[in-house]
């Protein structure tokens, strides 16, 4: 599997980091209103740590996969 280290986007150059990191984002926010709505969070001690660890692994998840 060949990695890219920089995507042109439009002559534009980003960093693969940024896309995997809204690809994380995006995915995050999908979980969390998926957990709100079946309040699943009162399951959670600490929703905000547990939001920042489900993103570090989500980032690496994509980094891993892309």
Known sequence: ????????????LVSAFVINLALALITLGILRWIMGW??????????PLAQFGI????????TLIL
């Open 1 to 12: 599997m060949v990695m890219t280290q920089v995507v042109d986007l439009d002559g534009v």
């Open 38 to 47: 079946f309040d699943l969070w009162r399951f959670v001690w600490d929703p």
């Open 55 to 62: 993103l570090i692994c989500l980032i690496g998840i994509y």
